[in-house]
Each structure stands twice: as C-alpha cells, then as structure tokens.
C-alpha cells in the first residue's frame, strides 16, 4: 500500500505565495509521472501541472509562468511552488502519482488526500 500526504496549504492574499508538498510512502517499487490536480467548489477536478520521471514538465495554461513543479526521486517527494496566485486558483489540490508497487508487473493510480487553497483578501 502507499500513501501520498499533500501539505503546505493555506490562506493567502492575492499576489502572494505558497509550496505544496507531496511525500509518498510504503511499498514503492518506482514512482513515474507526478502531478498536482485542483477541484474548485462546483467543478470537475482540473490537471494543474505534471512531472515525469526524467523531469520533463506540463502546465494548465491557466498557470504557466506562476507555477513551477518538481520532484526529489531519491526521497519520493513532489512540489509545487505557486507565485502571483490569483482568487481563481482557490480549490483544493491534489497529488497523484503512477506508483509501481513492490511485486507488481503495472503502475497504479494513487491520489492523496488534497489540500485547501485560499486566496482571498
């Protein structure tokens, strides 16, 4: 079994910053592509940014340039720095990852928990 446990959310004024953190843990054998997800009240659950293995990264157009993702393999950890943040970015954020499991011959989908984000004045 893994565990993915997003932190790092919070309120925070328009114009201001935040970092999520994603820490996955248990039985992984590799971890592949990584990514951040965002549901707002209302709305679907919504591709924020992804991160392959090797580093190769894509944004939502919605955040390009404000949002940068990144990863540690060695310590199966996700992040995501969040600048110029606006009203429209308030949702809750998600960490996904396409875990390999120890014994297993596919990766699955594992989601964590999510994360509020806040910005407001």
């Known amino acids: 079994q893994v565990q993915l446990v997003e932190s790092g959310g919070g309120l925070v004024q328009p114009g201001g910053s935040l970092r999520l953190s994603c820490a996955a843990s248990?039985?992984?054998?590799?971890?592949?592509?990584m990514g951040w997800y965002r549901q707002a009240p209302g709305k679907q659950r919504d591709l924020v940014a992804t991160?392959?293995?090797?580093?190769?990264?894509d944004y939502a157009d919605s955040v390009k340039g404000r949002f940068t993702i990144s990863r540690d393999n060695t310590k199966n950890t996700l992040s995501l720095q969040m600048n110029s943040l606006k009203p429209e970015d308030t949702a809750v954020y998600y960490c996904?990852?396409?875990?390999?499991?120890?014994?297993?011959?596919?990766?699955?989908?594992?989601w964590g928990q999510g994360t509020q984000v806040t910005v407001s004045s």
């Open positions: 996904k990852a396409d875990v390999l499991f120890v014994g297993r011959l596919s990766e699955s989908a594992v």
């Open positions: 248990g039985s992984i054998f590799r971890i592949n592509a």
């Open positions: 991160i392959s293995r090797g580093g190769s990264t």
